[in-house]
């Protein structure tokens, strides 16, 4: 709809309407949501404020191309079904890309209130639409494709897959998704903490996607249980791999194998999918240490250290060699964990752990930085200052400086093109890989990135697999 000059103007003068938040002090003790969400009047006065641009750039900037204006101006109407319905036709998680996608980077940066002000919240109108449709169990399924007869195997249920999986359901292919673990979801299960991406949230989306068709087989190790070869020899016309980037990285420095010290992969997935964070509830063991010191500046440091927190630690660190500038973790997140009382220590290198003389951690020896020259990713490059070392006392250390790929797939498929790092080989566009019929996707081809990137090579890559599948001989 084109708006006049005039009502352009009034919309321009509405400030953006903050998120509800949980208190500070009580989150940074329990596990229950932060954000608590807009409220229908909240969600209508924010999305008021969209301009309806004729060319809008916040499409542009979306990995999955969800019709951003169509949908707000739906609950700027009051009809927030509509609005879900209009996210469902592009997003296959919409509850979930709501609340953890990086939107001040992607939609929101390029939305043009952002150039005077603050960007429409495209986020949170589109958590509260999904959430509004999911609370009132109104999910509507599109109408039932005819079946093409060809079957495609997923490896991983974590977003990129899931995304594929949606799309090519539709597209009425026969879809079966082989996860590794117990539970479906991948990351959004076993990375990211409760109270930024409640389960039962993921569960839920992932109950759409069964509803059009999906079969699930879980404890699927593909490359021990079936290797993709086996997958082509029983049937499958086309494999997308999305089996994500989980083998965890450490620093390579003494006392790292003392105990007490943690991968964030091992320490997230204790308390996030088995849910060693609902004790007595669940069981899972878990350290619960009272100074606990986390490595890293990115969102899975910050989900780590401010589980450590919610588990009981009295003091719990980030200790990051760069600055506050430099780190990769979302804005959001690093003022939510400064609220909760996390301790920052910037522009500061971990170089030994300490140990008693029965094998535990009791102490973290670092090194003042400063920052020099950018490196080759543009970040300036730390330098160590001379004679600037102190210790921290921690009986925990989580270590959170990123994932490579894990091996076990790549193994067992020698004719798939890897590059230098191990992450598979894929055309950029399609997701084609160096194996026939073989597409692969999110960060077993970037590396470890965002949940909406890993999504938006799903959809790329599904569209793909549709034309390579209907071009095989019936």
Known sequence: MELTKDERKRRMSIPRHKMPEQDPVARGRNFQEVNNGYTP???MAEAERCLQCGKPRCVQGCPVNVQIPQFIAAIAAGDFMAAAHVLHEDNALPAVCGRVCPQEEQCEQLCVLGAKGDSVAIGHLERFAAD????RGALELPQKPTPTGKRIAILGAGPSGLTAAGDLLKAGHDVTIFEALHVAGGVLMYGIPEFRLPKKIVQAEIE????LG???E????VGRTYTIDELFANGYHAVYVANGAGLPKFMRIPGENL???YSANEYLTRSNLMKAYDFPNYDTPIARGKNVAVFGGGNVAMDAVRTALRLGAENAYLIYRRSEAEMPARKEEVHHAKEEGIQFHLLTNPTRILGDDKGRVIGVECLHMELGAPDESGRRSPIPVEGSEFVLDVDTVVVAIGTGANPLLTQTTPDLKLNKWGYIVADEVTGQTSKPGVFAGGDIVRGAATVILAMGDGRR???????????LPA
């Open 132 to 135: 509004y449709e999911r609370e």
């Open 461 to 471: 890559a599904a569209a793909a697999i549709h034309q390579y599948v209907m071009s």
């Open 218 to 221: 879980t404890n699927a190790v």
């Open 259 to 261: 105990n007490g010290v």
């Open 208 to 211: 759409y996607l069964k509803k």
């Open 214 to 216: 999906a079969t699930i």
């Open 41 to 43: 009047e909240l969600a």
